[in-house]
């Protein structure tokens, strides 16, 4: 996956580290047979809290501010659309005892599993995704590193 970054926030992002994820992600996925991905282009937008809160409003009817939305391509080129927010994740980082970057590793692989067709509203769907997100997120640990 090529990456497009979009930063809105306030927030310091790490495009390197991001682009180095979301590769190794790709591959992996595609090991998993989910061909064609480093073809296509993977739009990453960070943006605050506020705003965030107002997508998740108009999209989801949910009235805070959540850590990832992810929206379907608009052309065959893309995987879609990721839209995150660094504070909530930071939030999040904290209750879950990851760093903030393991976070933000672990929302990507969320968001993309998301943009695959993946959900979890269902007690089956989300033993299914769980599973694989975390697996998904233990090698790129392994082979990117969280520094």
């Known amino acids: ?54 997508l998740n409003r108009l999209y989801r009817r949910k009235d805070y501010a959540t850590d990832v939305l992810s929206f379907a391509p608009a052309e065959e080129a893309s995987v879609g ?22 976070e933000l590793g672990y929302m990507l692989v969320h968001g993309v599993l998301h943009l695959l067709g993946y959900d979890h509203l269902r007690p089956v769907e989300r033993a299914d995704m769980f599973a694989l997100q975390d697996e998904l997120f233990t090698r790129l640990c392994a082979r990117v590193g969280l520094s």
């Open 1 to 54: 996956m090529t990456l497009l970054l979009v930063n809105q926030s306030r927030d310091r992002v790490y495009k390197a580290w991001l682009a180095k994820w979301l590769k190794a992600l790709s591959r992996q996925l595609m090991r998993a047979g989910f061909k064609g991905l480093t073809r296509k282009e993977l739009v990453v937008v960070f943006v605050s809290s506020g705003e965030m809160r107002r």
């Open 81 to 102: 659309e990721l839209v995150l927010c660094l504070p909530v994740i930071r939030a999040q980082s904290c209750r879950s005892g990851l760093s903030a970057r393991a």
